[in-house]
């Protein structure tokens, strides 16, 4: 059946084939092509919507993975955060209870990040921009503890090796190199006022007198270096001065030999000659004195090399009784 369309025209008195006006056609192929288009617009935002592309995809797996290690890093900081308060407060003990000083202050280890708008920069990242600020910033904090902290550990090394030198320069073992202690014990003249063997007044004794034979090895009793030498007849016969540092000198008397030189460092336990009975002596014996700031001390505070405080007790009590010195 023939689709064409029939109308009368009064002109020729008979029914003509309708043609349809090409203004017409145009309007309408116009009309069809933006329905065309409204369609594939709208099919295009749709699926680009709800449908990713590839890149997209990639995108998104990309940012996924990103988020994992930004919420590792996270837990890694928190973990070195952690760690580096427990290290403070290990600063602060062994600052208070071995050195004996104030630890660091609170408020500079709490301190902020010095500069106003750090990260600028950062402002037009909107949200990705915060997290990444708060990241950065705590980083800076971290950076900044780290810094002070190394500060403060290479002041604890300095001091820990000052106290170390201090400990083994001040004099703290027996000048007397022997096994067994009683034999110095046997003939001992303490510090205080004794009777002068030659003179038999009571003089003060500025030291200890260690009794034992001729030849028997005399140690330094600190870390120093060799002050004075001198050999006289008379007196403190053969003698050696020895600086410790922090105004503290122990002097060696009597000595028959003389194993160092002026200007030598010792060091605590180092053979420094033997015992001998030079100068104004009456035995064999070494007088050894203890001196802090030039002035003589006693020296039996500064004996306590591998003694039980039972002999330490009975050296105490040899060197307190008023007896006659040897020299």
């Excluded at 500064?302 to 010195?325: H, R, W």
């Amino acid at each position: 059946m023939s689709n064409e369309k029939y109308v009368y025209n009064p002109s020729t008195l008979k029914y003509e084939i309708y043609k349809t006006p090409k203004s017409k056609i145009a309007l309408r192929a116009v009309a069809g092509l933006c329905i065309i288009m409204i369609g594939a617009v709208t099919l295009f935002f749709a699926a680009s919507h709800y449908i990713p592309s590839p890149k997209e995809q990639s995108l998104e797996r990309e940012i996924n993975q990103l988020n994992y290690h930004y919420n590792l890093m996270n837990r890694d900081l928190d973990v070195v955060a952690t760690d580096l308060e427990y290290l403070h407060d290990k600063d602060s003990d062994i600052h208070r209870v071995i050195f004996g000083i104030d630890p660091l202050d609170e408020g500079i280890w709490n301190g902020g990040i010095g500069g106003s708008n750090r990260y600028q920069e950062l402002d037009n990242f909107r949200e990705s921009g915060d997290l990444i600020e708060g990241s950065l910033s705590r980083i800076d904090q971290l950076k900044r503890k780290i810094e002070i902290q190394k500060k403060s550990v290479d002041t604890l090394y300095s001091l820990a090796l000052e106290r170390e030198e201090k400990l083994l320069s001040i004099p703290s073992i027996k000048p007397v190199k022997e096994n067994k202690l009683k034999r110095s014990m046997y003939s001992l003249s303490g510090f205080g006022m004794r009777i002068h063997p030659v003179h038999k007044v009571k003089k003060f004794h500025k030291g200890i007198d260690f009794t034992a034979p001729r030849g028997t090895a005399i140690q330094a009793t600190g870390n120093g270096t060799v002050k004075r030498i001198e050999k006289r007849k008379s007196g403190y016969g053969n003698n050696i001065i020895i600086d410790h540092g922090y105004g503290y000198t122990t002097l060696y008397a009597h000595m028959d030999a003389v194993m160092v030189k002026k200007g030598d460092k010792v060091t605590k336990g180092q053979q420094i000659g033997t015992i001998g009975s030079t100068g104004t002596s009456t035995a064999p014996h070494l007088h050894y004195e203890v001196r802090k700031n030039g002035k003589a001390i006693n020296p039996i505070d500064f004996c306590m090399d591998g003694l039980t405080p039972k002999e330490y007790q009975e050296l105490v009590n040899k060197a307190t009784v008023e007896n006659q010195s040897f020299d």
